[in-house]
C-alpha cells in the first residue's frame, strides 16, 4: 500500500527524510513545460519496467504526476514489487502549490522532449 499526501504533507517529507526518493512519473515535455518539484527525478510511468529496479526498496519512495492518477499506478505497481514505503501526492502537481523548477532532467535530454 501507499499513503497519499497533499504538497504539504510532501514537503515535510522532503525537510524530515533526506532519504526520500522523488519520482516525477509524467512526460519529459510535462516535467519541464509544467515544472516539477525541485529534486524530484523524471521516471516515465510508461518506463517503470526499467527504472523501477534502480530504486532502493529499503528507502521511502514518493510519487507524483499531474493529476494523481499515474502515481497511483506507479505505487500500486511498486507495492507489488515489494516496495513498502510509498507516498502519492494526491491531486499531483495540478493542486501543488510549491516552488517550480524547469530544468530539465539530465536523464532525458532536450532532444528527446518531443
Not at 504533507?9 to 527524510?17: T, V
Amino acid at each position: 500500500m501507499w499513503t497519499d499526501v497533499d504538497g504539504d504533507g510532501l514537503r515535510r517529507l522532503l525537510a524530515e527524510r533526506p532519504e526520500l526518493q522523488l519520482l516525477d512519473v509524467r512526460t519529459p515535455g510535462e516535467y519541464v513545460g509544467l515544472g516539477h518539484v525541485p529534486g524530484a527525478t523524471l521516471r516515465p510511468v510508461q518506463l517503470i519496467h526499467e527504472w523501477a529496479d534502480t530504486l532502493d526498496a529499503a528507502k521511502p519512495v514518493a510519487l507524483l504526476c499531474q493529476h494523481g492518477v499515474r502515481s497511483v499506478h506507479a505505487c500500486q505497481w511498486l507495492a507489488q514489487q515489494g516496495f513498502r514505503e510509498l507516498y502519492n501526492l494526491a491531486g499531483g502537481m495540478s493542486v501543488y502549490e510549491g516552488d517550480l523548477a524547469y530544468d530539465p532532467s539530465p536523464d532525458f535530454p532536450i532532444s528527446a522532449l518531443g
